[in-house]
């Protein structure tokens, strides 16, 4: 008698049916059936080995990214001027392993604070290849920063004034800079940082400087604001420099050696708010590059007439070097629906690690095949917090609890920024320009947290009349 067992091999993938509601008139900002491919390795290490052993959620750094981005902005920059310095801004993000990476590549410090100096310090930067920026350093940092050569911006009088008393009491020279605000026309003065030039704060404290026995100008700082789109900032930017520092070499006999413009210049991602694709709104670095050095070019012309060199170019890149170096592997742990229909899905990692969730839309990448139609998706952290959202709105196929998903880019603010809110903090790694994994920073623990606390003596037992009684378990009441 022939078998009778059913065949199952040929049936098809029960897929739970939905309703959707159209709504007519309305654009979808979200565009089309998005993220439909998937990624399966980062730089060439699977995803599923790297969370086997590391966990998720988890950071993954690419040093092989680090170090092209840091090579290309140094080629498209030395390739159109003369002399330029590169620094690393410490603030985006200030893991020893991204900072020594750029270093590696002749990358100097950028710092603002104490904390940041002495990072950078304990990494085998010297003094000499500091820049010293922010509103607020102590008296004791900035001694020693004049000891050991850093570069120092001055920010506001009261910092002019302290640097001149311990200049004094050292009785040594310090070579100086000073920060400077101003209107370029495309983004917002960031006028609570230096001295503004429109109202002839600037001028008069490079005077100030110039009569000081022990402070010298040798440098002009500015910062024009954070992920810069126009190109054209800058070339107003560089010309509002160049201006002011022709008018004080001429008025005070000071020679600027170097323009240090700050940073700004921003990543491919996907700012909130903007919904043409990335690559239509983001310039290059090279567009930048072209807009700042073909500017300084033509105005370095006159200076080059009266015998001397073209001022350095000093950049304080961040963004640009470092968000589309990382990744964030984050698991899926919960399916729902919500009141208006949509999907939505919980993961493993919260706005407390991706603090750039707050204002960009990033990419959202699975790890396997998805089948399904997509449909919007909202994501979640796990967070007991209503602001714990991932992505406000993505099309995504239908995901089952223990599929990974990878958050791109997101290597920019999200170490410096992140809390120690409510979940522990993950492992980073690294992966080497070999494909060798790197644990670069280790996972929180309890003790991480409460290493520092100190629980004072008469607090030290929580029940000193004795442990309370569970009221929910009858078998625990006395007879």
């Known amino acids: 008698m022939p078998d009778q067992t059913p065949d199952n091999s040929s049936k098809k993938r ?51 990214k680090l170090r092209r981005n840091l090579q290309r ?20 993000n200030y893991l020893g392993a991204v900072c020594n990476s750029f270093h590696q590549e002749g990358a100097w410090a950028e710092v603002v604070s104490e904390f940041e100096y002495q990072k950078a310090r304990s990494l085998g930067v010297p003094g000499h290849s500091i820049l010293f ?22 920010d506001h009088l009261d ?12 009785r040594r020279r310090v070579n100086v800079s000073i920060r400077l605000n101003f209107d370029t026309g495309f983004t917002e003065p960031w006028s609570r940082f230096g001295f503004n030039i429109e109202n002839g704060q600037a001028r008069d404290v490079a005077w100030r400087i110039a009569s000081s026995d022990y402070l010298q100008l040798t440098g002009l700082h500015s910062h024009i604001g954070t992920f810069v789109l126009e190109p054209r900032a800058y070339q107003n930017q560089v010309t509002t420099m160049y201006q002011f520092l022709t008018e004080i070499e001429a008025q005070t006999g000071a020679v600027i050696e170097y323009i240090d413009i700050g940073g700004g210049f921003a990543s491919a991602n996907a700012l909130q708010g903007i919904y043409l694709p990335v690559e239509q709104v983001v310039p290059s670095v090279e567009q930048y590059a072209e807009a700042i050095c073909d500017t300084l070019l033509e105005l370095g012309h006159e200076r080059e007439a009266r015998g001397l060199k073209r001022p350095i170019l000093i950049l304080e ?25 949509r999907r939505a899905i919980i993961v493993d990692a919260g706005v407390n690690l991706l603090f750039t969730a707050f204002w960009y839309n990033h990419k959202v990448t699975p790890t396997r095949q998805l089948e399904g139609r997509p449909e919007d998706t909202v994501i979640y952290g796990p967070l007991c917090m209503n602001i714990d959202l991932m992505r406000n709105s993505i099309m995504l196929p239908p995901v089952n609890v223990g599929d990974t998903l990878i958050f791109s880019p997101v290597g920019a603010y999200n170490h410096t920024q992140w809390l120690q809110f409510i979940e522990y903090r993950p492992n980073v790694v690294m992966i080497d320009t070999h494909e060798k994994t790197w644990l670069i920073r280790q996972a929180e623990e309890l003790s991480t947290i409460t290493d520092l606390e100190r629980l004072p003596e008469h607090l030290q037992d929580p029940y000193p009349q004795g442990e309370p009684e569970d009221i929910f378990n009858p078998l625990s009441q006395p007879d």
């Open 14 to 64: 029960w897929i739970k049916p939905v309703i959707t509601p159209l709504r007519s008139g309305m654009l979808n900002k979200s565009g089309g059936s998005q993220n439909l491919s998937w990624t399966e390795s980062i730089d060439g290490v699977p995803i599923k080995q790297l969370v086997e052993e590391f966990g998720s959620p988890l950071f993954v750094v690419s040093e092989k």
């Open 73 to 92: 902005l140094k080629h498209a920059f030395e390739s159109r001027y003369p002399e330029v310095i590169c620094a690393w801004s410490y603030k985006t």
């Open 133 to 154: 920026n922010g509103p607020f350093k102590r008296p004791a940092i900035l001694e020693t920063a004049i000891i050991e050569g850093a570069r120092i911006h001055i």
């Open 159 to 170: 910092e002019l004034y302290t640097l001149e008393e311990i200049a004094t009491r050292l």
């Open 317 to 341: 890149t961040g963004r640009a070097l470092v968000d589309d170096a990382e990744s964030l592997i984050c698991s899926v742990i919960a399916n729902k629906r919500l009141p208006d229909g």
